[in-house]
């Protein structure tokens, strides 16, 4: 089906603009539709240029993780470094409502499987799980990689391969890769308007580093072109290949578990096991899914306005990635849901 074109040239002005007049130095966009890409364009770096997905990467931990957990499983019956905390579902790992959000974490601890777990074993929880919730930047999704990797006895990254980017042709998309990359930077004015959880500035450069992509961070750590995201969210609308029992992708893409305030917004969060949903309450954009996408839209955002998101009512995906690590985070927030709007309005 043939997209917008006055539509299309909006998307792509806003867009091009943010390059041309120094706000972000690169970008990649992709619109999907019917399983295949639409429309793609690059400005500023190689067209088949890969970028770091930061916080969109949670889609791939999740549909990963749907495979392997039950949403109702505690998290100690298999890492006993979780004895303590008890309560601890799956389901909080993926629904941020896990308590611990700023648990720490070194890229030097997480390497290594021993000191990873004991890490874990001195995390204390901020609130009893599930009552309350707030954004968990990597925390829960480390715990998350872990269970996989004891429940199937492989490293995190080769299940991510195995299961989910080769079975679905995603050649560009991969967690834990030391291939090329475009570097990230960052841009903007430093602001007080930040969100609280935002990581440092410092430790966000790192992400640069051969050994921080080699290991795969699950829960920012994928590099992809956005032509593979989009893809993975036409799957994650039809699974044409069959990879989820239907109740589960429904549970990950459609239901949501938990509608709690998030802190940072004040509005629900609308958290579906994994992703989040834009919701019919008049919120959407509260939660960068612009003011044109279907209420049935759901999606992960990323650092600098990254945004990737799937309407089921339209059947359109879209996948927009930067470079650009904005120091404002009410200016990425503004921008994820210009681009949003712009790109549900193609169809």
């Not at 889609?59 to 298999?78: R, S």
């Not at 834990?176 to 602001?191: I, R």
């Not at 044109?292 to 839209?297: D, E």
Request: aromatic share 8%.
């Amino acid at each position: 089906m043939d997209l917008g074109g006055e539509q299309v040239e909006r998307l792509l002005a806003y867009a091009d603009a943010e390059v041309e007049q120094g706000r972000l130095p690169a970008y990649q966009l992709a619109l999907a539709r019917d399983g295949e890409v639409l429309l793609h364009r690059t400005v500023g770096a190689a067209e088949d240029a890969r970028f770091t997905t930061f916080s969109v990467t949670k889609a791939v931990t999740a549909a990963v993780a749907w495979m392997h957990l039950d949403p109702a499983l505690p998290v100690a019956e298999v890492l006993p470094s979780f004895a303590d905390k008890p309560a601890v579902r799956v389901e909080h790992l993926l629904t941020h409502t896990a308590g611990f959000p700023r648990a720490k974490l070194s890229f030097e601890e997480a390497a290594d499987p021993v000191a990873r777990r004991e890490r874990f074993a001195s995390w204390r929880l901020s609130w009893v799980p599930g009552e309350q919730l707030e954004y968990h930047p990597t925390s829960a999704h480390w715990v998350l990689a872990t269970l996989v990797e004891e429940l199937t006895g492989r490293p995190f990254s080769e299940v991510v391969r195995e299961r989910l980017v080769d079975p679905l042709g995603l050649a560009a998309l991969r967690l834990g890769d030391d291939g090329p990359a475009v570097d990230v930077l960052h841009v903007g004015e430093a602001t007080d308007r930040i969100d609280p959880l935002q990581a440092d500035p410092a430790w966000l450069l790192r992400f640069n580093e051969t050994e921080v992509r080699r290991l795969g961070v699950p829960g920012a750590g994928a590099v992809s072109t956005a032509d593979d995201v989009a893809v993975l969210y036409q799957h994650l609308l039809h699974d044409p290949k069959g990879l989820w029992d239907p109740e589960v992708l429904l549970d990950g893409t459609q239901r949501v578990r938990f509608d709690l305030v998030d802190p940072w917004t004040g509005v629900p969060a609308n958290r579906t096991l994994g992703l989040t949903v834009a919701g019919d309450d008049g919120k959407a954009a509260m939660r960068q899914f612009g003011r044109a996408a279907g209420p049935r839209t759901f999606g992960a955002s990323g650092l600098g306005g990254q945004i990737a998101w799937a309407d089921p009512d339209s059947g359109l995906s879209f996948c927009f990635l930067t470079n650009g690590l904005e120091r404002d985070q009410v200016a990425a927030f503004i921008r994820a849901n210009k681009l949003s709007t712009y790109a549900a309005r193609c169809v």
